[in-house]
């Protein structure tokens, strides 16, 4: 069974919308911040590409916007950008699911409540700050928001969370449990995950454990959301193509099975270990791409990488991968300059903590 | 939704305040204790009673995942208990495509309380704990699993919707065996959430009764080893039961609050009846949410009268607490246990009806039952609603 991407939502470093990801693969570029992180030992500056969520207010009202917080935002803007891509903002939906997948979840307000009650005299945390550390509040705002009242899903698998959430929306899909699927990933930036950065890359703390060999300027930490209306095939038009297979596993255990005919665009971002395996697992001479330098490091960077297949699949046009030390090997066909997508599918793979993988094949 | 075809559950495994494998958990329910008491496993000026693990449960000898959270312990200790229910070892997850689908709360969060020993420099060992102290990852890394995983986090129907997930995962061919399940552990921030919401009751929680003012929180896990029919027809005895369908729905009203015409969990049971094939009279028993909240316990039990009208219903968290992410499989597991027993517990805690319910009480002592089909079902934080249809194993392949 095939699955057509209807819309999609994406907000973070590059800009807000298809548009903005679209004009960020066409220059190469994305442009960070400069974050600055107080620690005992002074003042250390870490880079981050960040997301604006200013359009919200074009979809929501200011009142019910008071106490959400930047990543529930974020979560709600790419929802809405979703829907508006495939012209469903208004319209009837039908049964429609929402699958939501992070990597670290809420993280600032998780942390801002950890340290009210832990530190205070007194054990105390607000409770809108509790019930928005949950990790499927993300999913409630839009389910309420958008007045849903189909299954809804929230999920949190670190690397893999995007690939698992993708693995249900086509089972729903497969089942006839619903018409459409509204799925996509969130994670956002905060002063732990930089001093982690920090740490990997400026101290050397860890660095030969952990670290992937990414240059300085590459490893950037993002935050964003990317999300897509999902339905089955012979049920809407598909200009970014279709989901065609979506697979999980582990390959330390059992070789990834990938097919020959196809484009690899690589999660490889910095922050794994097996960022310099990937390699090994693509079959010789295969064509390969990745674009962390666009969106950053982040556990659900595999989102923005379906993203700009489905831009691949509606220009024809494979973008100029951004570079990185895993090419080295001379195994691989680096895409350096804008070529024809041909007949290639596009295949998003992402090597994970533990030997895990995650890999979901588009085509046109 | 079309009705699908059962899930065979060959192995089950319970770990909670109760007992520390499921047939402790069900004599205690069966005599009707409880031990409600304040924490003890983390510091805390409150005093608010919780069902807590307190046994050292953790048996390091038997796994190689030892320095993982409470959270993860818990699960461990469940799944092996489940594998060996099951009859199975572990060269089974070497051989056959094997995934897991956990749900948790607490398993995801950026929890360590070691992120904030100082909150400018934050050390990096949490960091590599917590990217690595995922429950599902760490029965994946356990037992070798080489298929999909998922960590559900739907908050406290997070246990039910993995069951339900993976039950699916079955049904479409891409797993032989999923272990499944709930896991979730006490500790200080959901505590004092909890309390910042006003619904943790000073006493041992009430459910269903008129003078309930809350829920006790717990801790625990359930993990259930879903099969598919060619392994099931391999197995040298039957499985315990089935998952015969499951059904979600969300209320889209608030975050914390039930939506008072219970619309979103009606859905979820017409979702699990229509795949299960079943109707209200097939039901021998309902496990309720009931989590002796007063807003819960109402239009729970509003909805229940409606639509399974005369059906014996109880819940199980005055015997250990809400569970959280592990509550829906935990529930799930003494369902199968009873339908096996013929026999459900008194609802602990109810003495007085409520005059704003309808007039429909959950069971006051131990009733035998007729019928080997049940359903259970969890509400949720975000107004998710869960709902699993369950058998004993008299289906045969």
Redesign the interface.
Known sequence: MKISIKGIGVLGGFGCGIGDLNNALITGKSSSSAMI?????GDIEVPAFLANTDRLKSFVNKRDLRRIDHYIRMALLGCFLALEDADMLHANRGKMG?IIATG??S?CN??D???S???EA??????IQ????????A??YI??L?????????????D??IT?AF??AY?WL????VESVLVGSVDEYN??LG??RH?LYNTG??KAD?AGKMNLEHAIIGEGANFFLLARENEADSPYGFIEDV????FK??RINLPENAAFFLGADGYSECDEQYAEHIPEKAFVASYPHLYGGLPVGTGFDIAIAALSNKSGTVFKSGDSPIYNSGRLNVIRHNEDLGSRRICCLKLG??G?YGCVSLNH | ??P?EPVAIAGIGCICSAGLVLNECMDFLYKGKRNPAPPVNFP???TFPVFEVLEDFFQSSLFEEKNVLRTCKLALTATLEAISDAGFDREIF?TKRV?ACIGT?VG????D?S??N?????F?TP??RF??S?P??SI??EF????????????CSSGN?ALG?AA??I??GICDVVIAGGTDEMY??TY???????INDDSPCKPFDVNRNGLNLGEGAAVFILVSEEIEKEMKKNPRGYILGYG?????????KTRPDG??LK?AID?AMETSGTTPLDIAFINAHGTGTLDNDLVESRVLYEMFPGVPFFSTKGYTGHTLGAAGAIEAAFTIACLEKGRIPANVGFTTADPEMPPAYPVQQNSTINGNKALSETL?????NSVLILSTGEHQP
């Open positions: 992180i107080k620690t005992t030992g929402i670290y979840g993280t998780t942390f409540l950890q340290h009650v832990i530190t007194a054990p105390f945390c607000s409770p509790f019930s928005n550390s949950v990790h499927n509040a999913a409630t389910s309420i958008l007045k849903e009242v189909g299954p809804n899903l929230s999920v949190s698998h670190y893999m969370s698992s693995l249900s089972q497969q089942e006839e449990r002063k732990i001093y982690f740490c703390n860890g952990f697979r999980m596993g582990n255990h059992r903590a533990g895990s | 939704m079309k699908v805390t000026k409150l070497k995934g709360n995801c969060s950026m929890h309380e992120f904030s100082d909150s400018n420099t934050p990096i960091v590599y990217l690595f995922n599902t990852s994946a890394s070798g699993i080489t298929g999909p995983l998922q960590t559900v986090v739907n908050a919707d997930l699916s995962w049904r479409s200080q921030i004092t959430g909890f309390k910042s919401l006003l979600a729905a969300t209320d889209a009203f608030h975050h914390t619309k979103g859905l979702e949720a934080f975000g107004g998710n």
